[in-house]
């Protein structure tokens, strides 16, 4: 059945003129929230959007020898990159806090260039799903020495229980944790066809996931602040990770799932709120990654990674309005002003000092 719009000029111009001006909020957003992050976060605090507390390590990357998905040219079979890795926690600078955390990808062994990043978080949905959610969280976080998003939890459940499901306040080791891409990217490959493609990281040798809480009540969820009696130092999971490389190394299995493109798509695939049925779209997977070296504090806070590095054929998909699903992944597209200013702001003001051990717990800057 035609729409009534289209019956007319004027239904026809109307229309038009929505979606365009639709298009220009997010266009303007996207640049203001960027130039926002550089003036007021990135430059005077030197910090990162998110995650800095973290570690960075390198190794290499092999895609399986006998694919289970279609055929991609990036993804040959056999094919090797080098890769870095940054595993962090996010918001607070102690690891003992409950936390999300988080792992990134690079395929090359270089602080920002590479022809393929990916960046996860643990829980498998998300605690925002559009522009538009996301400020509002932003907005609402009025976070006070470890304690946050109380107000946006009450307003938003949807969110609150994506935040339990993500948070891993008694992880025992960034090697043990399953990371996913929530917002679904493009994958098209050598058959021509329109794929989406998710991405999740899991323990190559199938180790249980370690910090999955059950029954954790929304309180709990808000007060992420470091526990009475707490035993745990400030870095213990940095500390640990760099044992665990220097000893044993660490192995990971990155999968990917894909989802048919259809000319009528039902917008919720593109919703991070929603798990695709594995049943129908499983996972399948799609390299192998092998860690043998931690970088130290200087490298991995100069490492960084972005969504515009993707081939063309698996690169961000288009966003229409604050709205859209999509455009959580359009807000990260075009941050990269902040990134500059970051590493502006290390030339100016020096480098952010490593996180101290044992002071200034519950709190997600430095020197309070």
């Known amino acids: 059945m035609k729409k009534p719009y289209k019956k007319t000029f004027p239904g026809v111009f109307v229309y038009w003129t929505r979606r365009i001006g639709d298009y220009l909020l997010l266009w303007v957003l996207a640049r203001l929230l960027g130039l926002s992050l550089a003036l007021f976060l990135s430059f005077p605090f030197r910090k990162r959007m998110s995650h800095d507390n973290g570690i960075a390590a390198t190794g290499k990357l092999r895609i399986v ?29 102690d690891d003992a806090m409950n936390c999300i955390r988080s792992m990134a990808i690079k395929l090359d062994d270089t602080r920002f ?22 400020m509002k969280f932003a907005r609402l976080r009025g976070e006070k020495y470890g304690v946050e998003y109380r107000d946006y939890n009450r307003q938003y459940p949807d969110g609150l229980e994506a935040s339990k499901r993500a ?36 323990p190559a040798d ?22 009475p009696f707490e035993t745990r130092g400030r870095n213990f999971l940095k500390y640990e990770y760099e044992d665990r490389i220097q ?23 593109f919703n991070n709120m929603v798990v695709w049925d594995e049943d129908v779209y499983p996972w399948k997977d799609l390299a192998i990654m092998t860690i043998d070296q931690t970088l130290d504090w200087e490298e991995s806070t100069l490492t960084a990674f972005s969504v515009n590095n993707m081939p063309d054929t698996l690169g961000v998909l288009p966003a229409r309005s604050i709205y859209d ?16 200013a970051r590493l502006l702001s290390y030339k100016v003001f020096g480098m952010v000092p490593p996180i101290p051990d044992n002071k200034n717990r519950n709190i997600s800057d430095w020197g309070k």
Not at 210 to 219: K, N, P
Not at 247 to 269: F, M, R, T, W
Request: hydrophobic share 35%; net charge negative; with cysteine.
């Open 65 to 93: 020898s006998q694919p289970d998905f279609p055929a991609h040219a990036f993804f040959a079979p056999g094919r090797e990159f080098p890769l870095r890795i940054r595993h962090g926690s996010a918001t607070f600078l």
């Open 113 to 134: 260039e590479s022809p393929f990043d990916l960046e996860m978080n643990t829980g498998e949905t998300s605690l925002f799903w559009s522009a538009a959610s996301f």
């Open 167 to 202: 948070g891993r306040r008694h992880a025992t080791s960034f090697s043990n944790l399953h990371y996913y891409c929530k917002t679904p990217f493009l994958f098209e490959g050598d058959d021509g066809l329109k794929r989406y493609a998710k991405y999740r990281v899991i």
């Open 206 to 227: 199938g180790t249980p996931q370690s910090g999955v809480e059950e029954e954790l009540c929304s309180w709990d969820q808000c007060n992420q602040r470091v526990l």
């Open 247 to 269: 000893k044993n190394g660490a192995c990971y299995l990155l999968q990917i799932q894909l989802h048919p493109a259809s000319e009528d798509e039902d917008p919720e695939v």
């Open 325 to 340: 699903y999509n455009s959580l992944n359009y807000l990260r597209a075009h941050a990269e002003i902040a990134r500059k």
